[in-house]
């Protein structure tokens, strides 16, 4: 399996994807907004693109749909519950997808930012996970366009939280820089993240950095809830905490913190 991380440059920070079976030549898109690039890569490349994977039903990852379509007549996948005109092949938990011969990758219901989320999980000796916008580089999607804090509460502990710490992250937009301050507003003594930041604010974001699980584990503070830090900062700035906080009440309330942060 080779993955082609595509920076589109644009105001989204989107980042698109195409998961490339070497064996065929065959190849998946992952929310190509930027159609062009996409087209243009993979045609340079001698790749062929047969399907296209929505992660979910905003905008900013099904743009490109129909120009791909046009151009390749790949078959489009999503969520089974998406509201995404012309799906070919609605996507439930624990579908595979097939790329060419040899690659598969294991579908997983993800909801949070939007109810009906895909991430897709690599059947590879190192997973990779293709997170849309469920998960982030040091951060978590937000919740308020469709979504909801609760479910992607239930999706970070219940499922990503569970996943191999070498699973490679690929997701769908470049928020690093600004979630590592984020991080580091909540969690101060946080060197790790405090050195990542440092590495990355200049970073080329046509090779940017692939975090991993384990990584995520230390710098991102929605998985960190359980860091006496992080608990001490939230009750200084919500006085009425209780004392002992679940790790449920921490990730809604750094939920909230992060949307008008």
């Given at each position: 399996?080779?993955v082609?991380q595509?920076?589109?440059?644009?105001?989204?920070r989107?980042?698109?994807?195409l998961?490339?079976?070497?064996d065929?030549?065959?190849?998946?898109?992952?929310?190509?907004?930027?159609?062009e690039?996409?087209?243009?890569?993979?045609?340079r490349?001698?790749?062929?693109?047969t399907?296209?994977?929505?992660t979910h039903?905003?905008?900013d990852?099904?743009?490109?749909?129909e120009?791909?379509?046009k151009a390749?007549?790949?078959k489009?996948?999503?969520?089974?519950?998406?509201?995404?005109?012309?799906i070919?092949?609605?996507?439930?938990?624990?579908?595979?997808?097939?790329?060419?011969?040899s690659v598969?990758?294991?579908?997983?219901?993800?909801?949070?930012?939007?109810?009906?989320?895909?991430c897709?999980?690599?059947?590879?000796?190192?997973?990779?996970?293709f997170?849309?916008?469920?998960?982030?580089?040091?951060?978590?999607?937000?919740?308020?366009?469709?979504?909801?804090?609760?479910e992607?509460?239930d999706?970070?502990?219940?499922?990503?939280?569970?996943l191999?710490n070498?699973t490679?992250?690929y997701?769908?937009?470049?928020?690093?820089?600004?979630?590592?301050?984020?991080?580091?507003?909540?969690?101060?003594?946080?060197?790790?993240a405090?050195k990542?930041?440092?590495?990355?604010?200049?970073?080329?974001?046509?090779?940017?950095?692939?975090?991993?699980?384990?990584l995520?584990?230390?710098?991102?503070t929605?998985?960190?809830l359980?860091?006496?830090?992080?608990?001490e900062m939230?009750?200084?700035?919500f006085?009425?905490?209780?004392?002992?906080?679940?790790g449920k009440?921490?990730?809604?309330?750094?939920r909230?913190?992060?949307?008008s942060?």
């Amino acid at each position: 399996m080779h993955v082609e991380q595509i920076w589109t440059g644009n105001a989204y920070r989107n980042f698109n994807y195409l998961i490339v079976c070497e064996d065929s030549g065959e190849a998946l898109a992952v929310d190509p907004l930027d159609h062009e690039k996409c087209l243009a890569v993979s045609k340079r490349n001698g790749w062929q693109i047969t399907q296209i994977l929505n992660t979910h039903e905003h905008f900013d990852h099904t743009g490109g749909n129909e120009a791909v379509i046009k151009a390749t007549k790949a078959k489009l996948l999503a969520h089974s519950n998406a509201r995404i005109e012309g799906i070919d092949r609605g996507l439930g938990v624990g579908d595979v997808v097939k790329i060419g011969t040899s690659v598969e990758l294991e579908a997983l219901d993800t909801p949070g930012h939007t109810m009906s989320h895909i991430c897709l999980l690599s059947h590879t000796d190192q997973p990779a996970l293709f997170c849309g916008d469920t998960l982030f580089n040091a951060g978590a999607g937000n919740c308020h366009n469709g979504g909801h804090p609760e479910e992607m509460y239930d999706t970070f502990v219940n499922q990503l939280a569970n996943l191999p710490n070498s699973t490679l992250i690929y997701p769908g937009h470049d928020y690093i820089a600004n979630n590592l301050e984020f991080t580091l507003d909540r969690e101060p003594d946080n060197v790790k993240a405090l050195k990542l930041l440092d590495s990355v604010k200049d970073q080329d974001t046509s090779r940017p950095l692939v975090s991993t699980l384990g990584l995520e584990k230390e710098i991102n503070t929605f998985f960190r809830l359980h860091s006496e830090t992080v608990k001490e900062m939230l009750r200084q700035r919500f006085p009425n905490l209780p004392a002992k906080l679940t790790g449920k009440e921490v990730f809604l309330k750094l939920r909230e913190l992060r949307n008008s942060w």
